[in-house]
Each structure stands twice: as structure tokens, then as C-alpha cells.
């Protein structure tokens, strides 16, 4: 098996132990680095199938060609990339749809136009793409504030920035957003560190390592900015 120590950000070096081994191989397997493709190929036993149905990756891809048996179509759904929605056309017996609220491709708009029943307001509430933003503005009785507030998209921050008083400050914490991160800055006394070890970008690992007695090693487990790649510079 691979040390994976060798592929952690080098800031996080010394607090190896804390990481949980079995997390750490299904955040790799959702994360779409080529050094994920590397390790997974080398441990193939160490494969979360799931997170790869995830992940938008044209390795992916390749994975789940040579192992049909291990797609799952709901979770597929979930997949933003155009060869996800290539399968899933593909495979219109699996009951997929309601997952296409969360995907932001051209594919999964198509698919709930046509069939908006079953539209989850919460995955669109969370959805970064910019139908999906219309289909808020249009709706804006379904808006779904715990769930926006998550979103990283530049309309959800314009959005949260008018009602103030409905902004999740605990799931604001999850958002890698550089507008989050300045409304965050603006109020430390709301950052939930619990969410914020969840928060995938760079400014949210140097504000957990300058406080590394409120990080959630589990959450931070599950979080690919843990893993190290040439092309970040840190």
C-alpha cells in the first residue's frame, strides 16, 4: 500500500496520525488531482466506487468503463462532467433524476425541464451554475438559505449580501469562496470551525492550521485540499 503521508500538503506533515487511512482513500477517489488516478490504480482495493461516480475526472471515466458493475446511477447524477450525463442518457432505467438538482450541466437543466417535479430546491439552493441561479430568482419561495449559503457562486453571495439576516453562518464556513472568506473575516466570532475543516480552499487550510485545536480531523479527512499537488502553491 502506498504512504500516503508522502502526498499530504507538507503543512500537514506532522499531524499525519490524525488522519483517518480509510477516509483519506475515499477522498481520493472523489478528488480529480492525477495523483489520485496514480494511487488509486497502484491500490485498486483501496477504491470508493461511490466517490468516483462523483468525481468529474475523464480518468473517472476510464475507471468506470472497465468497471461497470460498480456505477451508481444516483450518484452519477451528482456528477457535473458531460460524459456523466452521456451515461446516464444512456441508462434511462436507473431512477437518477432527482440527483440532477445538484449538477451543474447543461445535461441536468435539460433533464428538469423536463420533468420539474422532481426539482429538489435544496440541491439547487447549493448549486453553483448560473441556471440554477435563475431558477432561484424565479422561485425565490423555494430558496433553501442553509443550503445557499454553501454555494461558492458569485450570485449566492450577492444574494446572501441582500438579506444578511438569513446568511448560515455555520455552512458559510464550508464555502471556499474568496466572498465568503472576507464576510467570514469580517466576523470571526461566527465561523463554525467544525464546518469550516470541511472547506476546500486554501485560505480555509491556513486559517485551520493557525488554529489547530478547533480543526475536526475527521471532516478534514474527507477534504482533497489535503493533498498535495505541484501545481498549488501555497
Known amino acids: 500500500m502506498a504512504d500516503l503521508k508522502e502526498?499530504?500538503?507538507?503543512?500537514?506533515?506532522?499531524?499525519?496520525?490524525q488522519f483517518d487511512l480509510d477516509t483519506l482513500w475515499t477522498t481520493l477517489s472523489e478528488s480529480d488531482?492525477?495523483?489520485?488516478?496514480?494511487?488509486?490504480?497502484q491500490n485498486p482495493d483501496n477504491i470508493c466506487w461511490v466517490s468516483v461516480c462523483l468525481n468529474p475526472a475523464e480518468w473517472a471515466l476510464k475507471l468506470l468503463e472497465q468497471n461497470p458493475d460498480?456505477?451508481?446511477y444516483e450518484c452519477l447524477a451528482h456528477n457535473s462532467s458531460e460524459w456523466a450525463g452521456k451515461m446516464l442518457l444512456a441508462n434511462p432505467?436507473?431512477?437518477?433524476?432527482?440527483g440532477a438538482s445538484s449538477s451543474s450541466s447543461e445535461f441536468a437543466l435539460n433533464c428538469l425541464k423536463q420533468r420539474p417535479e422532481?426539482?429538489?430546491?435544496?440541491?439547487?439552493?447549493?448549486?453553483?451554475?448560473?441556471?440554477a441561479g435563475k431558477l432561484l430568482e424565479e422561485n425565490p419561495e423555494n430558496i433553501c438559505w442553509f443550503w445557499l449559503a454553501?454555494?461558492?457562486?458569485?450570485?449566492?453571495g450577492k444574494l446572501l449580501l441582500e438579506n444578511p439576516h438569513k446568511i448560515k453562518w455555520d455552512w458559510l464556513s464550508a464555502n471556499p469562496s474568496e466572498w465568503a472568506r472576507q464576510l467570514l473575516e469580517e466576523n470571526p466570532g461566527k465561523i463554525d470551525w467544525k464546518l469550516l475543516s470541511s472547506?476546500?480552499?486554501?485560505?480555509?487550510l491556513n486559517l485551520l492550521l493557525t488554529n489547530p485545536g478547533k480543526i475536526d480531523w475527521e471532516l478534514l479527512s474527507q477534504n482533497p485540499v489535503i493533498f498535495y499537488q505541484e501545481s498549488m502553491l501555497w
Request: glycine share 0%.
Open 7 to 17: 502526498y499530504i500538503n507538507p503543512m500537514l506533515y506532522e499531524h499525519f496520525n
Open 33 to 41: 488531482c492525477d495523483i489520485s488516478y496514480e494511487l488509486l490504480l
Open 70 to 72: 460498480k456505477v451508481n
Open 93 to 98: 432505467r436507473y431512477s437518477w433524476w432527482r
Open 118 to 131: 422532481v426539482i429538489d430546491w435544496k440541491l439547487i439552493s447549493a448549486n453553483p451554475s448560473e441556471w
Open 150 to 156: 454553501d454555494n461558492p457562486s458569485e450570485w449566492a
Open 199 to 204: 472547506n476546500s480552499s486554501k485560505w480555509a
